[in-house]
T-cell receptor, first 112, second 113 residues
Framework: QKEVEQDPGPLSVPEGAIVSLNCTYS??????FMWYRQYSRKGPELLMY????GNKEDGRFTAQVDKSSKYISLFIRDSQPSDSATYLC????????????FGKGTHLIIQP | KAGVTQTPRYLIKTRGQQVTLSCSPI?????VSWYQQTPGQGLQFLFE???????NKGNFPGRFSGRQFSNSRSEMNVSTLELGDSALYLC????????????FGPGTRLTVL
């Protein structure tokens, strides 16, 4: 079992829909959680950064962390074709002990 | 503020050769991490440098090495290249060791023939 599991997709939704992206993990030491967006042939771009359990909102993006279930989510409201990309979750125990551990990414397609 | 820059962007090498990749972090960032991205394994942590010292290392063979200079710029080296080393090599910078927000460069795409 990999440390971080993420459905690779593709996930195809119509423009304007609410998108839900998820990751599960097995290492209870993870405390810091991130979502990155990666367009084809580009480096990952940091979208959301959260610590421990709870919600964080930034514009159309909401990140949720449920440490009791070892489950994190990213919601995208009013999805746009420009949101079409691969979304990667990442996490770390923090404290400089380790690098980031990534899911393999979900390929999202927003249909105009 | 300029982002993370990596050079070269593309590289083609043959098996057995060695390669050096370069990374300049965001101005003011002192920690540099390197990752390998492949379709099969996804993004995997290689190592992190802070204050010119390797602080953390992922599960990669000794053929993968790196260094950091006093201006925080970093290089990674892969010796005796294998076909399986073909990947996108990504550099990420953060303010300092222990700062978990990492910002990535565009990557260097290495192809080993």
């Amino acid at each position: 079992q990999k440390e971080v599991e993420q459905d690779p997709g593709p996930l195809s939704v119509p423009e304007g829909a609410i998108v839900s992206l998820n990751c599960t993990y097995s290492n209870s030491a993870f405390q810091y959680f991130m979502w990155y967006r990666q367009y084809s042939r580009k480096g990952p771009e940091l979208l959301m950064y959260t610590y421990s359990s709870g919600n964080k909102e930034d514009g159309r993006f909401t990140a949720q962390v449920d440490k009791s279930s070892k489950y994190i989510s990213l919601f995208i409201r009013d999805s746009q074709p420009s949101d079409s990309a691969t979304y990667l979750c990442a996490m770390t125990p923090g404290g400089g002990a380790d690098g980031l551990t990534f899911g393999k990414g979900t390929h999202l397609i927003i249909q105009p | 503020k300029a982002g993370v820059t990596q050079t070269p962007r593309y590289l083609i090498k043959t098996r057995g050769q060695q390669v050096t990749l370069s990374c300049s972090p965001i101005s003011g960032h002192r920690s540099v991490s390197w990752y390998q991205q492949t379709p099969g394994q996804g993004l995997q942590f290689l190592f992190e440098y802070f204050s010119e010292t390797q602080r953390n290392k992922g599960n990669f063979p000794g053929r993968f090495s790196g260094r950091q200079f006093s201006n925080s710029r970093s290089e990674m080296n892969v010796s005796t290249l294998e076909l399986g080393d073909s990947a996108l090599y990504l550099c990420a910078s953060s303010l300092a060791m222990g700062y978990n927000e990492q910002f990535f460069g565009p990557g260097t795409r290495l192809t080993v023939l």
